[in-house]
């Protein structure tokens, strides 16, 4: 088992391996995210008490999630890197921090234009959505590290310490609604009991989630196999590849 | 597990733990801080500060609405279940301003113990359903089907 892992951590295997999964989660993103926009935009019903601005929930729930999601892979990868001085766990770690920080810019977005007609304000400095903000600036402080350092490795080592610090604003942000009364209501999906939605508004919402998780797993591989090519690019390896396609 | 390995395990593992430690003694700390309003308890039993604008958070209870029919002044009552404050409102309400939701409000106490806001903002609650299961909870509530939702 470790000796397979081992072996897909070898930078061209995972070059090659990296292009296949992209693909697929690709066209598994597309193929989920059109029927997921139809039922979610158009064939879903109004909420009771929000009407039609309940949709944006499509859009924004999907993409806090993913924020959460991008960060705890590109930390769990950066731990990966930093204890076994792994290239493609370090690639990939460095891919998730932009695609993180997209999904992140998108729910602070689509929150603030679903607060001022719901709540009567586009921003409130409550729990939630301060950790969220800060959890955008943990990602531009991770890609604004990762460009201070000229030294591959060293950047590798550093923005993992970094990716590892902030990891504790993960429990922070799920947990913000409860811990604290804030203005942003609590968990729907995610509560232990029976989740308060309705089947008909559960099952665009999952679609869009999984149709948003497989667009961000094609992202990150995309960027990592340009990470690979770049700090390998005197190896013997990429310098074959460039020869052969050059051919 | 080579030995170097271990032992930067260890130390991501002490990071993690070391950064949870002092974040979570910070954050017990800062502690009631962090909420964004106080509760009527809390007004009640004289926490929230007189003479300093806070926001306060409750539902609005049913049948206080009050609303002057020659301007945009309102009256209503916030309760968390045990205590209860007047909040008067001149001004836009938003959308979702009805008995029984859930609001926050932002101004300062006056000195007849009133709340007088100067912004009120809504919450709204974590259940999303189309409006005819509402009607259909509401109808089956008044039938005594269900015990309250």
Not at chain 1, 49 to 69: K, N, T
Not at chain 2, 109 to 136: R, T
Request: glycine share 10%.
């Amino acid at each position: 088992m470790l000796t397979r892992l081992y072996a897909l951590a070898s930078p061209p295997r995972f070059y090659r391996l990296a292009d296949l999964w992209s693909r697929w989660l690709l066209w598994c993103g597309i193929a989920l995210l059109l029927p997921g926009l139809w039922f979610s935009l158009l064939d879903s019903p109004p909420d009771y008490q929000q009407g039609e601005s309940v949709r944006i929930m499509y859009v924004h729930v999907p993409a806090a999630w993913l924020s959460m999601f991008g960060y705890v892979c590109m930390a769990t990868m950066a731990g990966i890197g930093l204890i076994f001085r792994s290239k493609a766990a370090s690639a990939v770690a460095h891919s998730c921090a932009p695609a993180g920080a997209a999904f992140t810019f998108l729910a602070l977005v689509t929150g603030s234009l679903w607060g001022k007609p719901m709540w009567g304000t586009w921003w409130i400095w409550d729990a939630r959505l301060t950790s969220e903000l800060v959890l955008l600036f943990l990602y531009f402080g991770y890609l604004g590290l990762k460009a201070a350092i000229e030294d591959r490795e060293a950047a590798a080592r550093a923005t993992a310490v970094l990716a590892l610090v902030g990891v504790v604003n993960i429990p922070i942000i799920h947990y913000s609604v409860e811990w604290w009364n804030t203005l942003h209501q609590g968990p729907t999906v995610t509560k232990l009991d029976k989740p308060s939605i309705h089947l008909s508004m559960l099952l665009p919402l999952l679609l869009m989630s999984f149709s948003y998780m497989a667009l961000f797993g094609a992202m990150v591989l995309r960027r990592a196999r340009g990470e690979i090519l770049l700090r390998e690019r005197n190896s013997g390896w990429v310098r074959e590849l460039a020869m052969g396609e050059k051919a | 597990m080579n030995r170097a390995r271990r032992d930067r395990l260890i130390l991501v593992g002490l990071i993690v733990t070391g950064v949870a430690v002092a974040v979570g003694l910070m954050l017990f700390a800062l502690g009631q801080n962090v909420n964004l309003f106080y509760s009527p308890t809390q007004v009640a039993r004289g926490e929230a500060p007189v003479g300093h604008t806070f926001r306060l958070g409750g539902m609005v209870v049913e049948g206080s609405v009050v609303r002057d029919p020659n301007s945009l002044k309102v009256q209503f009552a916030l309760t968390d279940g045990a205590h209860e404050v007047v909040v008067q409102r001149e001004g836009i309400l938003p959308d979702l301003f009805r008995e029984g939701q859930g609001i926050v409000a932002q101004g300062q106490l006056d000195g007849g113990g009133q709340f007088i806001a100067a912004e009120v903002l809504a919450k709204h609650d974590e259940n999303y359903m189309p409006p005819e299961v509402e009607h259909a909870m509401e109808t089956a509530k008044q039938l005594g089907l269900t015990k309250g939702k």
